[in-house]
């Protein structure tokens, strides 16, 4: 377990996650894509996005198409294509990363009915001319430079059509320490204790994310440690005026 508690005054822009890099282990990072699903479960919080934001937008039409940018071991979307079945949806989901390995990892696994993985950028698919009724992320938008992270809400402005849901994590004192306290001793071979702790000094707090959020789009936190980028504000779309 770590010993000292690190400054969290500053998002650490600098540090880097060890599967980030290109000569990350090929054992740990294909061990730390398999348990992906069991943090996702954990902290990301899509089963409640799912009830309170995509649910009832996706039951006025009967389903729709979704887009998940940067899909990592592609967990996300297959829990969303396993609960849009269930709800009796039809989902048609893109799944993309750019990531070759991450790409190999998802597509070797079972097919999912109505989900697709591609290794591709959002620009190419704004250059394909592609559309999408959501476009959503998951823990990405700590990984992007200010210069990356104005390109990928610009490039979800021009894919989706009804809406757009980039999920992260909010960086603070109490999500660092108990993912630190969580996941001691468990998940050894992989990088996700390590990488989990530094994707928290990376990422944003809510007043943070809100300096650099154009106009247009609208911050939704939900405790313990998630923060939303949605767009356009839930106001303006009757299905999910609720929760604005």
């Given at each position: 377990m770590t010993g000292v508690l690190p400054?969290?005054?500053?998002?650490?822009v600098d540090a880097v996650e060890e599967m980030d890099r290109p000569d990350a282990d090929p054992r740990q990072?294909?061990?730390?894509?398999?348990?992906f699903w069991l943090i996702n479960a954990v902290v990301s919080g899509w089963r409640r996005n799912?009830?309170?934001?995509?649910?009832?937008?996706?039951?006025?039409?009967?389903?729709g198409s979704l887009?998940?940018?940067?899909?990592g071991g592609g967990d996300v979307p297959r829990c969303l294509a396993?609960?849009?079945?269930?709800?009796?949806?039809?989902?048609?989901?893109?799944a993309i990363d750019p990531d070759p390995r991450a790409h190999a990892f998802a597509s070797a696994r079972p097919p999912v009915p109505g989900l697709t993985y591609r290794q591709a950028f959002?620009?190419?698919l704004v250059a394909e001319g592609r559309s999408y009724d959501v476009v959503i992320s998951n823990h990405m938008l700590h990984h992007l430079g200010a210069g990356e992270l104005e390109a990928l809400l610009a490039d979800s402005e021009k894919l989706a059509t009804r809406l757009i849901l980039h999920s992260d994590i909010e960086r603070s004192r109490w999500a660092y320490v108990l993912f630190s306290v969580g996941t001691w001793p468990f998940f050894p071979g992989s990088f996700?204790?390590?990488?989990?702790?530094?994707?928290?000094?990376r990422s944003f707090t809510a007043a943070e994310l809100?300096?650099?959020?154009?106009?247009?789009?609208?911050?939704?936190?939900?405790?313990?440690?998630?923060n939303l980028l949605v767009h356009p504000p839930l106001s303006r779309i009757p299905a999910l005026a609720r929760e604005s």
């Open positions: 400054s969290l005054a500053e998002r650490a990072l294909e061990r730390t894509y398999a348990r799912y009830v309170r934001y995509l649910r009832p937008l996706f039951r006025e039409s009967g389903g887009l998940d940018i940067g899909s396993r609960w849009a079945r269930r709800d009796g949806f039809a989902l048609d989901i893109t959002s620009s190419d996700i204790r390590r990488d989990g702790l530094t994707s928290i000094r809100a300096e650099v959020t154009p106009a247009g789009w609208q911050g939704v936190q939900h405790r313990p440690w998630q």
